[in-house]
Nanobody
Framework: VQLQASGGGLVQPGGSLRLSCAASGFTLHPLYIGWFRQAPGKEREGVSCINAYNSSTYYASSVKGRFAISRDSGKNMVSLQMNNLKPEDTAVYYC?????????????????????WGQGTLVTVSS
């Protein structure tokens, strides 16, 4: 599976960004698709994911109510609308999928034990 993320950039606190991810190259559709992030010097953190079959969504507590994940199955794309951004949201965001589920770790979001990801896109929240 190839995953191409885009939409990162510099935004002021309280601002919004929309990340997009185009997925291709799969023979069997992944079970989940979503996002994790990694800030400098910090562990990887699951942000959000969506079940590709029933569209159930999952969010990290740190972003719940501010971020919204959506999926366009016809275009094999997933988006992450990020509102009311905070400096602590600054990180490289990676689009990722789950094809072979395993028990998630505490740093992962919901059932999403991501096992494939593409190049990330940098989000910087700063005044």
């Amino acid at each position: 599976v190839q995953l191409q993320a885009s939409g990162g950039g510099l935004v002021q606190p309280g601002g919004s960004l929309r990340l997009s991810c185009a997925a291709s190259g799969f023979t069997l559709h992944p079970l989940y698709i979503g996002w994790f992030r990694q800030a400098p010097g910090k562990e990887r953190e699951g942000v959000s994911c969506i079940n590709a079959y029933n569209s159930s969504t999952y969010y990290a507590s740190s972003v719940k109510g501010r971020f919204a994940i959506s999926r366009d199955s016809g275009k094999n794309m997933v988006s992450l609308q990020m509102n009311n951004l905070k400096p602590e949201d600054t990180a490289v965001y990676y689009c990722a999928t789950v094809s072979d589920p395993r028990p998630p770790t505490p740093h992962e979001v919901g059932p999403c034990s991501f096992d494939n990801w593409g190049q990330g896109t940098l989000v910087t929240v700063s005044s």
